[in-house]
Structures are given as C-alpha cells and as structure tokens.
C-alpha cells in the first residue's frame, strides 16, 4: 500500500514523526510531500534531523506568500506529485494551509485522504486555520480526531461517518523523544537557565502578530515580567521590526531563534509558566503539567482550560501579568490526549481506508 503524507509547516513535521516511523515499521510504502511553506533551517529541517523524519521525496519550494498565492501553488505541485505517485491514501495533518491544499488536491483526484487533527475547533472564522479545519474535515474520507471534543464538533456539522477517537499524535511526539531531550539539549545551559525560574513564551497567531496594538501590549507585558525566554517566530520577528518594538525588546528579555523540538521540550518543561498563542504549546503545556497563560480569546483545547491548567486571557497587558504572577492550576490533569499510542490506531485505520465510505460529510 502506498500512502502519502504531505507537510509543510513546523507543527505538521512534529505531527508526522511518530505516525511516518509507525508506516514504515509495519513497511508500507510512504512518500513524503513537503510544500516548503516553512523553509528557514529552524522552522523546517531541524524537526526532521530532532525527530528522524526521513528526507521528503518530494519539495515543492513554495515558501511565503498570500493565502491565495501560497494555497493555489500548493494546490497545483501537489497534484502533480499525487498525479505522479498514484498514492492509495493522502495523509494531512492539523490546520495549515499545506494541509489544505493536500486535502484539496487528494479530493479532487478521488484519492482517499485521512484528516489527522480533525474535529478542531475555536468557532472563530476570522482564523485562517479555523476555515481550513473545516473545509479539510468536511472533504477526508477519514476523520482522526485526538479528543471527545473534536468529535462532538464534528457531530454538529452532520460529520458521523468514518470519525474515530484517536487520540493525540502529539503525546507519541513527546513520548518518543523526551528522553532524547534529556540526554541531547543543553540549552538550559547555553541560555543560562534555571529551571523553574523563567517564563517560556511564543508568538506567532496573526491576529496577534499584524495588530500593532495587540503586538505591543503583549511586548509590554514580557518586558514587565522580565524573566522571559522567547523563541521568536519569523512571522513575530518581521511585525516586532516593522512595528519599532524589536529593540527594546531584545534589551529586556531574551529573545532567541526559534529552537528545535528536543531544545523546545526542555525549555517547557523547566519553565515556571509558559505564555503563548500556538495550540501545540498550550497542549505540551497540559501534558508536561505547566501552568499556561493563553493570549487569545479562544481556544480549540478547551480540555486544558476546563481542568484548570490554561487561563485566556488575549493580548492583554495586565492580565497577562497578572496571570503570569498568579495563575495557578486547580485540578488533577486527565488522558485527555490519550496515551501515546494515537500512532498505532491511525496506522490501523489507514491501512483499512479502502474499506471506509467516500466522502466526510
Ligand atoms: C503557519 C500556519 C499556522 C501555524 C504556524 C506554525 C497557515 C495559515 N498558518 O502560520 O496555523 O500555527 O504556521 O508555525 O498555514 N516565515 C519565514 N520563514 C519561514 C516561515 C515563515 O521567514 O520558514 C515568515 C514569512 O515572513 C512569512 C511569515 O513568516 O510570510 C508567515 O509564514 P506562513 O507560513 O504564511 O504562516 P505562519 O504564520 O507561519
Ligand atoms: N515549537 C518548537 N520550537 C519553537 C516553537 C515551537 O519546536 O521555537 C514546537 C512546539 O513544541 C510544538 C509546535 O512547535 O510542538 C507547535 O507549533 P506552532 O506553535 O508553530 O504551531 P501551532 O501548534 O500553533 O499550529
């Protein structure tokens, strides 16, 4: 059986190790579609040397652009790589808009496509992410859904068919390389770290990052609290220039390079709380037990707010500081997520994708 996966952002890398490494094992025939919407060394190859992602067959070199521009290039390269490779399924995998063009060019060429991260949702369509979950869901054959919420929502869009529970790919992500981390990064050390004596934080949703307004309150409030390490998105670092707030930035809190997978797990781990607008983090927050500070208004991982490990509270200076200082978590953590074997029922699905009816919706 041949089946192709198709990435091309950093949070679509971290999603494919562990299921890539389950494929191989049962030794189906997997192909790997890179958009290149991400490109940068730190955005993009470090996963696959961090996580022992094999080499893409295929590059489409697309890099940035408008939606339009970068969805319809994707759109039209991967069609012809899907044209080429007669794949028996398409794997695509969280939110991105790699995921939607995979998702898009599978359907159209009635290639049978399996939805990892489906069922997402923040009801916010002014998210670029929020329309392609649900164009992507209501077009796969297969919905994989890593929590009971996600299924729920598919309910609720009339999404009954093919929808399994798989759990989070995520939680085999971190299970597979937690001890890695632990033996292979010394960035505690590089950066001088203490643990449990910093603020981690990240920045990268564009309601955040192209809003001046919203940029600089959540700049003030990461300088208020001083002791802040900020791996720095691209996206973050161009509107931190544009909008003059980069320089006295880097003079009050450290501001670095995005960092690998491995250096990233031991930064969340040691922090005293984690402050940031990305999904994958707040749920590593969840799963590694660190109190999170959410500067969005929504989220798709309502799990972690219900047990009280994850406080909203937007792009706005005073609450963030006052969380940041205060917020403590309130409940024992669930299996939410599942238990790190989300990889093994996948494959399990996958592999029997023939069987399942056309069609998601
Ligand atoms: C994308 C995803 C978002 C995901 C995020 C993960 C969409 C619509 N958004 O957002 O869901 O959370 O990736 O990180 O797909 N840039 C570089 N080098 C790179 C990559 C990006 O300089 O390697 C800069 C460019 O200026 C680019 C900007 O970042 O224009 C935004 O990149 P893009 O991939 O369009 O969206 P993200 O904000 O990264
Ligand atoms: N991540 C990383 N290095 C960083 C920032 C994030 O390895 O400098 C990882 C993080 O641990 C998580 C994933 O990237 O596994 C989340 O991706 P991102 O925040 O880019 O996107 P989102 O999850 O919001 O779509």
Redesign the pocket.
């Known amino acids: 059986m041949k089946i192709a996966s198709i990435v091309?952002?950093?949070?679509n890398f971290i999603k494919l190790a562990p299921l890539s490494r389950e494929l191989r094992r049962r030794g189906l025939d997997e192909v790997i579609i890179h958009t290149g919407?991400?490109?940068?060394y730190?955005?993009?190859k470090i996963f696959f040397d961090d996580m022992g992602i094999p080499a893409p067959d295929y590059h489409m070199g697309i890099?940035?652009?408008s939606?339009g521009f970068?969805?319809g290039e994707m759109l039209r390269k991967v069609e012809g790589a899907l044209m080429a490779e007669k794949p028996d399924a398409v794997i695509v995998f969280?939110?991105?808009?790699?995921?939607?063009a995979g998702s898009l060019a599978a359907a159209k060429l009635h290639i049978k496509s399996a939805h990892v991260e489906a069922g997402l949702r923040s009801f916010d369509r002014r998210m670029?992410?929020e329309i392609?979950r649900v164009l992507v869901d209501h077009c796969s054959d297969l919905l994989l859904c890593p929590t009971r919420t996600a299924v729920d929502n598919l309910r609720r869009e009339g999404i009954t068919e093919n929808v399994h529970l798989t759990g989070d790919v995520m939680v085999d992500a971190q299970k597979d390389c937690e001890r890695i981390a632990q033996n292979k990064s010394h960035i505690l050390e590089d950066l001088v770290l203490k643990p449990k004596d910093y603020y981690l934080a990240t920045v990268?949703?564009?309601s955040n990052?192209d809003d001046p307004d919203k940029l600089r309150a959540i700049t003030e409030a990461l300088k208020d609290l001083k002791n802040v390490v900020f791996p720095c998105?691209?996206?973050a670092?161009?509107y931190l220039r544009e909008f003059g707030l980069w320089d006295d930035l880097i003079r009050k809190i450290e501001v670095i390079k995005?960092v690998g997978y491995l250096d990233m797990l031991l930064l969340e781990k040691n922090a005293k709380k984690i402050i940031t607008d990305?999904?994958?983090v707040q749920k590593e927050a969840y799963l590694l037990g660190i109190a999170c500070i959410t500067l969005r208004e929504e989220t798709e991982w309502v799990e972690t707010v219900e047990d009280g490990w994850n406080v909203l509270v937007g792009p706005n200076r005073e609450k963030i500081v006052m969380s940041a200082r205060c917020f403590e978590p309130s409940h024992e953590r669930q299996d939410v997520f599942g238990k790190g074997d989300a990889s093994i029922k996948i494959a399990d699905l996958v592999e029997n994708i023939s069987h399942e009816k056309s069609g998601g919706s």
């Open positions: 091309g952002a950093r949070p919407q991400h490109y940068n730190e955005m993009d890099g940035s652009g939606h970068q969805t969280g939110d991105t808009n790699s995921t939607l670029p992410e392609n990268h949703r564009a990052t998105h691209p996206r670092e161009k995005p990305s999904g994958g």
